[in-house]
């Protein structure tokens, strides 16, 4: 069914389905810093429950049967997974070393990566439109990140300079990740996604501490949730909407996720995002979604740019009509 004769009320389930993801998704930030643990355990433990649940929803749905992977998709899907599992473990670093707010904003520029990385590696055409963008997010991730005179020549907060790169090679990886996995066709994402995850803990099974988890207590309903609600539950939202949902309408929903993770960032733990920074936010959001809808400084729009989500996730990719998902899988 295309776009143009896609039912209303399709597209309001879609609609439902995308804000509920995109809202459980601004949430991950909390449940990350409340479980107490390292970000290598957190991803760890994200990824063995995330296993365990999205596995059993794929064997009910009988997603095993025909799956479609060949050995060469099946590696590229777990070459994906090595940089998205990574992904997590640097942005979850970076929401302990700046804040949620600020890491979420500064992870959300994940579509200009894909961008760049597709003109590196495939020859995509980068238009004066598009240098465009890019410049106006590079003003809004100067403004965002809030770095003074004083944290580049030393006088400053160390911490928060390594938080803001940890983000920005977050945001690298997801967008390498996605580069390698949108190439895995003709498989159900919740399988690629099943793929990273079981990938993920053996991967990471050498830099978890498991010695940190005893006395963990109530904690572990926090990681448990990571792996049911942020990654189990929150995929098959996702993957459920981009077939219902226009590429605009995608496009912008997407944005309601740092939106959540900053208005939770305030009201558990207080952090406000300066007025400077404030501004920052818009130009950020102005540039993505001008890139990923083809927006063009004379009116005029252009061709849209492949930005696939994820993911942000295990999974940047998703069977889909639409090439389009904004913000990343988380």
């Not at 995002?273 to 979604?289: E, N």
């Amino acid at each position: 069914m295309s776009i143009g004769t896609r039912p209303a009320s399709t597209e309001t389930k879609g609609a439902i389905e995308l804000t509920l993801a995109m809202v459980l998704s601004g949430t991950l930030g909390v449940f990350v810093i409340e479980s107490g643990a390292s970000p290598f355990n957190v991803v760890f433990f994200r990824c063995l429950f995330g296993t365990a649940t999205l596995g059993l929803y794929c064997l009910a749905r009988g997603f095993f049967k025909n799956h479609g992977f060949t050995p060469k998709k099946l590696g590229l899907a777990a070459l994906g997974g090595v940089f998205i599992v990574f992904n997590w473990a640097f942005l979850f670093q970076s929401y302990e070393d700046t804040s949620i707010s600020v890491a979420t904003v500064v992870y959300h520029t994940q579509p200009f990566y894909v961008m760049l990385l597709g003109a590196v590696l495939f020859r995509d055409k980068l238009t004066a439109a598009k240098f465009g963008w890019l410049g106006v997010a590079f003003v809004g991730l100067v403004l965002v990140a809030g770095v003074s005179a004083a944290d580049l020549t030393g006088g400053g907060d160390s911490t928060y300079l390594t938080g803001l790169g940890y983000a920005l090679l977050a945001a690298v990886f997801y967008g390498i990740s996605t580069v390698i996995t949108k190439r895995v066709t003709g498989v159900r994402p919740h399988l690629v996604a099943l793929v990273q995850l079981v990938l993920g803990i053996f991967l990471l099974l050498p830099f978890t501490r498991l010695g940190e988890m005893k006395g963990l207590g109530g904690d572990w309903g926090w990681l448990a949730g990571l792996g049911v609600i942020h990654t189990c539950v929150m995929y098959v939202l996702m993957y459920s909407a981009y077939q219902k949902l226009p590429t605009p309408k995608i496009a912008v929903l997407a944005f309601v996720y740092p939106a959540v993770a900053m208005l939770m960032d305030w009201a558990v733990y207080g952090h406000r995002v300066s007025l400077l920074q404030a501004l920052g936010i818009p130009l950020i959001v102005a540039a993505s979604l001008g890139i990923n809808l083809g927006w063009s400084f004379g009116g005029r729009r252009t061709s849209v740019v492949s930005a696939e989500e994820p993911a942000p996730v295990a999974g940047a990719v998703a069977a889909s009509k639409t090439e389009i998902k904004t913000g990343g899988t988380r």
